[in-house]
């Protein structure tokens, strides 16, 4: 069965120092992934999605970026962190045809 | 681009009480609805989906969802609610092309005992 690993759970980092936050998907190939952030009362806002290693789509400009060096691997991350950066960031994976999305279990970014 | 929008923000509810959560969407052609649910505590995961067929969809707990065409609505209902029912539920639309999901903003349901 398909399974989604995403961590670290929760993370306090300072203004200005980096970010990696990574995700990986087991028992399926050449997922489409995605990483959402989640805030309160404005729902999900899809940051970056990929299709293949290497392709990366982003929705919205900010201080974030995203990697894919491995069919499975989601990466996403920031130089230099900012204290709008703080939220809760979702990691997600579905197969190309119409299905519906599967999440990790989130990862709680406070930036202090 | 699709735009979901879930019409309450928060719903307090007794138990046994009805519940309906509206969702409405743009997109005007096919259009593939969901209606994820997260629990405290606990990561977002699927609850019913419409892809085509019977209008009316049933998913898991006990609740269902109706797809409207004409209304352009995918609302969430179920007759009887427990205290374990509450959850932020969130509608989302698959866009065009199948790649990424739209969500709304969320429902957030407390139901008391």
């Known amino acids: 069965s398909q399974t989604i690993h995403q961590w670290p759970a929760t993370l306090v980092q300072p203004v200005g120092s980096p970010l990696s936050l990574e995700c990986t998907v087991e028992g399926t190939s050449n997922p489409n992934l995605y990483w959402y952030r989640q805030a309160a009362g404005r729902g999900l806002q899809l940051l970056f999605y990929s299709v293949g290693i290497g392709q990366i789509s982003s929705e919205v400009p900010q201080n974030l970026s995203a990697s894919r060096p491995q069919d499975r691997q989601f990466i996403l991350s920031s130089k230099k962190l900012l204290l709008s950066d703080s939220g809760f960031y979702l990691c997600a994976w579905k197969s190309g045809s119409n299905t519906e999305a599967f999440f990790g279990q989130g990862t709680r970014l406070t930036v202090v | 681009a699709q735009s979901v929008s879930q019409h309450n923000h928060h719903v307090i509810l007794s138990e046994a009480a009805s519940l309906e959560l509206g969702c409405n969407y743009s997109y005007g052609g096919t259009v593939n609805l969901f209606w994820y649910v997260q629990y405290p505590g606990q990561h977002l995961q699927l609850l019913l989906k419409y892809f085509s067929g019977d209008p009316l969809v049933k998913g898991i707990k006990g609740f269902e969802a109706e797809f409207i065409k004409s209304k352009f609505s995918f609302n969430l209902r179920k007759p009887s609610v427990q205290w374990s029912d509450t959850a932020e539920y969130f509608c989302?639309?698959?866009?065009?092309?199948?790649?990424?999901?739209?969500f709304g903003k969320g429902t957030m349901l407390l139901v008391s005992p």
């Open positions: 989302a639309v698959l866009n065009s092309g199948y790649s990424t999901l739209t």
